[in-house]
């Protein structure tokens, strides 16, 4: 059974960092894409980040790119989201969600992602 727990949200100033981790618990990660997504109140979720466990293939989006990084750990068989250089903009419940593709590549679309875990919030103020 998939089962994603995301960890690691909590509140850090402006210019702060934060890393999100995500364990691939009951799949192969290697048969999976995962992305990462937010929702801030009031706004459509936003696909931010994803990473295709086929061919290692990521992906980021225009609000992101340059400030965050998404990685894979064989060891601990987890995908972490490395947040840098936040802003007030960043404030949201951050997802992660997987998808079962042996595809190339990886989707910032929410639709295609069949399995969510249940959020951790992020916020950033001063």
């Known amino acids: 059974e998939v089962q994603l727990v995301e960890s690691g949200g909590g509140s850090v100033q402006p210019g702060g960092s934060l890393r999100l981790s995500c364990p691939a618990a009951?799949?192969?990660?290697?048969?999976?894409?995962i992305g990462w997504f937010r929702q801030a109140p009031g706004k459509e979720r936003e696909g931010i980040s994803c990473i295709s466990g086929s061919d290692g293939i990521v992906q980021y989006g225009d609000s992101v790119r340059g400030r965050f990084a998404i990685s894979y750990n064989l060891a601990d068989n987890t995908v972490y989201l490395q947040m840098n250089s936040l802003t007030p903009e960043d404030t949201a419940t951050y997802y992660c969600?997987?998808?079962?593709?042996?595809?190339?590549?990886?989707?910032?679309?929410?639709?295609?992602?069949?399995?969510w875990g249940q959020g951790t919030q992020v916020t950033v103020s001063s």
């Open positions: 969600a997987a998808r079962r593709s042996k595809f190339s590549g990886c989707t910032l679309l929410h639709g295609p992602y069949g399995y």
């Open positions: 009951g799949f192969t990660f290697d048969d999976y894409s």
